[in-house]
């Protein structure tokens, strides 16, 4: 087993610089997703995404059978929240 050799003050301090670097620039990258607007970005590409996935095939035509189970899903929706409303009042 090789033995290490004890590292020198300015080996030492270079380290710590660059830790001190590497840490700087992680909490600056936080600092910068937490911004209000880059969440609200973020969110937006999330739905955009998911709007897509649900309305088209793998290969990214136009699905239009999704579409109508979708749609057709939301109006039931629709109909039932309007029907207990109606039945309650």
Wanted: hydrophobic share 45%; proline share 2%; net charge positive.
């Amino acid at each position: 087993m090789a033995e290490q050799r004890a590292k020198t003050a300015k080996e030492i301090e270079a380290d710590l610089a660059a830790s001190r670097n590497r840490l700087a620039s992680t909490i600056d990258e936080l600092a910068f997703r937490a911004q209000p607007k880059e969440l609200v970005k973020r969110q937006t590409e999330d739905v955009k995404l998911k709007v897509h996935d649900a309305t088209h095939t793998p290969d990214g035509e136009f699905d239009s059978k999704k579409v109508g189970t979708i749609a057709g899903g939301v109006l039931a929706a629709v109909v039932l929240i309007a029907l207990i409303r109606r039945a309650r009042g």
